[in-house]
């Protein structure tokens, strides 16, 4: 069966570090997604990214995060400086079409020290 | 503003008992409505999903929701819980509109006692 991957699983890094989260979409999705979850709290959306241009974000997808699809399999999330507030799991979703369920990825755990 | 409240923050139940788990939301126009499961150090994980059509859907793992738009709801119900259903379960909407983007609910997590 098709699924998401994320990669790392773990992430550690120190404040201010850049840190790139890494995602494969199902092959034949064509939206695709990032949320975060902080530990405790509810999912929630930080980007949207449709026909390799930023479709929707959030008020939490500010300057200090970015998204890539650098070809034709890989999307990335990345964020320029880490804040010690940005420690949460990020998860990668996509979708086939607009009115299709998303599938999630297993997540990063991101952890900034 | 889109928004789904989930009133139960945990719930346990005993193996073979029955479960709901509810869910309200509130959005401007037909809402399409997902529950997700988490279990332990997973990914989330789609039990089901609303579109359009009959009110009451199946989905995955025997469990089943019924969507009533009087009440904005969409409630999740199992007849016969089992120690593995033991996660988070969260609902959410997703706004066509806007990027397909899901909002979710603040999860419910399940307890399951032998």
């Known amino acids: 069966e098709p699924e998401v991957t994320q990669t790392p699983s773990h992430q550690v890094t120190q404040m201010g570090q850049e840190v790139i989260l890494r995602c494969v979409p199902i092959?034949?999705?064509?939206?695709f997604y990032w949320y975060r979850q902080i530990l405790g709290q509810k999912v929630e959306f930080l980007v949207s990214?449709?026909?390799?241009?930023?479709?929707?974000k959030s008020e939490i997808f500010d300057d200090q995060f970015s998204v890539e699809r650098p070809d034709g399999s890989n999307f990335t999330l990345k964020i320029r400086s880490t804040k010690l507030e940005d420690s949460a799991m990020y998860f990668c979703?996509?979708?086939?079409?607009?009115?299709?369920?998303?599938?999630f990825g297993q997540g990063t755990r991101l952890t900034v020290v | 503003a889109q928004s789904v409240t989930q009133p139960d923050i945990h719930i346990t139940v005993s193996e073979g008992a029955s479960l709901e788990l509810r869910c309200n939301y509130s959005?401007?126009?037909?809402?399409?409505l997902f529950w997700y499961v988490q279990s332990p150090g997973q990914g989330l994980q789609l039990l089901l999903k609303?579109?359009?059509?009959?009110?009451l859907v199946q989905g995955i793992k025997g469990f089943e929701a019924e969507f009533k738009r009087s009440q904005s709801s969409f409630n999740l119900r199992k007849p016969s819980v089992h120690w593995s259903d033991a996660a988070e379960y969260f609902c959410?909407?997703?706004?066509?509109?806007?990027?397909?983007?899901?909002?979710f609910g603040g999860g419910t997590r399940l307890m399951v006692k032998p």
């Open positions: 979703a996509s979708t086939s079409g607009r009115n299709t369920e998303a599938f």
């Open positions: 092959s034949n999705h064509l939206y």
């Open positions: 990214f449709y026909n390799n241009e930023i479709s929707e």
């Open positions: 959005y401007g126009a037909t809402p399409y």
């Open positions: 609303y579109f359009s059509g009959d009110t």
């Open positions: 959410a909407v997703g706004h066509l509109n806007a990027g397909n983007m899901l909002t």
